[in-house]
């Protein structure tokens, strides 16, 4: 089983439309979470930490079920400009430090004008 | 000021060079790292250096080998390259939870 799981997509949605993406994780010891953009030929760059409380970010929301070991990211009221590959990321720590940041393969958000 | 900058930004080659990739950090981060990104787009951890010791190491091939001179620097050599070698490479940074990436360097193999 993966690390981290995500639907590639692609996910076509209309502008001003409301998209949703999941991603499940398999390392119940994992211990921060993340949403990560990245767009064409670009490095990965942070979108929002996911909390358990769920947090809001304008137009995004994240939310984190531990006991389901999944993540969401919710985008509402779509831009073009939202096109991107969203990365769901998570982080493990073992005894020796920070294990380093575990990408999904990334969820393809395509928004038609 | 770029912080996280990496050198070159592309990198064509032939099978069998050796070549480095060269990364540095403004940040004063305690840790880099270089990941993968392969033709279907995964991104995957190579190498992390935390103060100069080596904290992590995937199953990379031997070939790879990270040299750090010093705490803002994470360089990345690879002997005898391979066509499948052919990715893109990012170096980043961090102190901790957040993670400044580099623009990436796209290395061909031909």
């Known amino acids: 089983r993966k690390e981290v799981e995500q639907d590639p997509g692609p996910f076509n949605v209309p502008e001003g439309a409301t998209v949703a993406f999941n991603c499940t994780y398999s390392?119940?010891?994992?211990?921060?979470f993340f949403w990560y953009r990245q767009d064409c030929r670009k490095e990965p760059k942070l979108l929002m930490s996911?909390?358990?409380s769920g947090n809001e970010d304008g137009r995004f929301t994240a939310q984190l079920n531990r006991a389901s070991q999944y993540i969401s990211l919710l985008i509402r009221d779509s831009k073009l400009s939202d096109s991107a590959t969203y990365l769901c990321?998570?982080?493990?720590?073992?005894?020796?430090?920070?294990?380093?940041?575990?990408f999904g393969k990334g969820t393809h958000l395509i928004i038609q004008p | 000021d770029t912080a996280v900058s990496q050198t070159p930004k592309y990198l064509v080659t032939q099978m069998g060079n050796d070549k480095s990739i060269k990364c540095e950090q403004n940040?004063?981060?305690?840790?880099m790292y270089w990941y993968k990104q392969d033709s279907k787009k995964f991104l995957k951890i190579m190498f992390s250096?935390?103060?100069?010791?080596?904290?992590i190491n995937e199953t990379v091939p031997n070939r790879f080998s990270p040299k750090s001179p010093d705490k803002a620097h994470l360089n990345l050599h690879i002997n005898s390259l391979e066509l499948g070698d052919s990715a893109v490479y990012f170096c980043?940074?961090?102190?901790?939870?957040?993670?400044?990436f580099g623009s990436g360097t796209r290395l061909t193999v031909v």
């Open positions: 980043a940074s961090s102190p901790g939870r957040t993670y400044t």
């Open positions: 996911v909390y358990s």
């Open positions: 940040l004063g981060h305690d840790t």
């Open positions: 390392n119940s010891a994992s211990q921060s």
């Open positions: 250096y935390n103060n100069k010791e080596l904290i």
């Open positions: 990321v998570v982080i493990g720590y073992s005894g020796g430090g920070a294990d380093g940041l575990t």
